[in-house]
């Protein structure tokens, strides 16, 4: 089952618009517009519709306006020909696919992503998805687009703040895949575009790479992709912090508990923390983030977790060495213990 | 690709709530608790969601609501293992199976039709719809239930007025089809319930041969289920006419235009029309329904028909013989000629 794997196409400019044909609706970020030479070739679309980016998007609550309008922008166009092109960040794409999959029963999908952290992580792998009652994800189809772009200079437009989300997400997919792309992103990588647009043909490469073997997430192999997730979206929550960075300490987290429970030995642990690249990961216990007097808070946060395999236990993601990263089932109370014993060291 | 074809389980009674396992949610039409039998049975599944049938039920506007609710009765439920189980015609079929094609990005599903028309149609084949804006079926989905339960005494409880509704089905694939299955139907088809049981095997059987043949209704061939379909869903909107009524007018008026165009010559017409099963289809002309007057009204109805392929011309689904009708492109104002025509004879 390869239908999850979007054919991948990496160009310096955005597409010209005939390459679509006359039947494409343009759904897109109008944020974009603020730069003239994006907002000229939106301005050339004459089926579009402009959203906001950001989880309000992504409301059921708000989707039933969006779809009458969506439906009238595209009403003379053929639903067997047509091809709804989604441009923007994680949110727009999530929101944009949905739409692709359900209108007229699903048409055709091609996305641009505008993000770094959409180029490598959301725009793959075929999710689509709108939240229910302010919860993330809850509805949503798989649905492959049927080509995604890869925009060197739309990508690099981003302010270098974004970088740094990005650089986590390629952290992760590097020291899951090991071998010569965790060489190589070891001892270069660190968060500005020009070398995220370096290694973001690899990081995509392994994300399918684990994709693949569990499309569908049936096997729960696909539960790698989560490795520094489970307590990155805790922090995320509780210090409203930007996703990347609560990856980044997320790792950083995971990486320290798999050395507390031997499965990464000291000799490959000195190995992976003295890696250029890993100058640039944060500890959540050095910042100061674990705190055990928010431990009830975290307990709650960690059982809304989509990895919980009961009301006791999640699906936690350690590191033997860079290759050799593996799912096992923790209790939340073995999490919060270590919580409290990171944030004890720091403390020393 | 034959994933479009869920198994069917005939059986006499409901299947026992045990047999889905305990991650079950059903989605059943309301209507269905006046059967005291029916009612006990729904009353032991402990995550239910009752929903009142009906067009309004599939309207998107009214989803965020429906969909919160749902989330909250599955809540506890493991989305891996769920299924969603829905009981019910036509309206909530389309919902539940929809609902259950996003809901966590798809989980398992299970149909119990509890109508004629969707156990003989709407609940095979796969698709799930919402409408938009008063407008039907304009967003869903392609999701086949795994299993489709038809069963004997759930149908048979219904009023004898509802096998006028699936006769028009039933006499309409046994058309498509021919062989054994039209000689038999052509001999002893009535609609009345014991009969509708009696067919309802090789019915279903006849729209899947067609369905295989298009699953996602790319190539068009799927189209000859539209059979009487294009003048009955205007006659449908223009009389508000039940739709098999509806259908069945439309069956009468594309045969009868089959003889005009000579597609149906004279001796197999008189084979057709003398049929036994055949002294049930109604004259749209006979019954006055084809009235020039109404012409504008009836062109711009056929212009919103999904099976326009032109701003002039749609698919239209003519006889030659049982087993031998086929689809042809026909003008809007061609159609209006033959209801003039159909409409002058049945007043001379």
Redesign the interface.
Known sequence: LKKNRSPLIFSTQLPSRRSFGAETLLIYDQFLESSPAVAKWIAGFPHKYGVTSGEDLKS??S??AH??KI??VGESLS??QMIIVVLGGGSVGDFGSFVA??????VRLVQIPSTWLAAIDSAHGG???LN??G?KN?????YPAEKIYLVKNLLLSQPNIRAQDAFSEIYKVALLQGGAFWQSFAKGGRPDGAILWKFLKPAIAAKYKVVDRDPL??TGHRHLLNFGHSLGHVLESLHQLPHGTAINYGLEFALVWSQTKKFLKPAMAKKIFSAPASQYLLSPGGAGLLNSSNAAKMKSLLEGD?KKVSSQKMRFIFCRAPGKCFIQEVTFSEILAEVSRQSSIAHD
């Open positions: 059921v609550e989707f039933p779809i009458r439906m009238s639903s067997r999959s359900i209108f007229k029963r699903g999710k689509t998805a229910v009652g919860v809850q509805i949503g189809t798989f997430e049936k989509k």
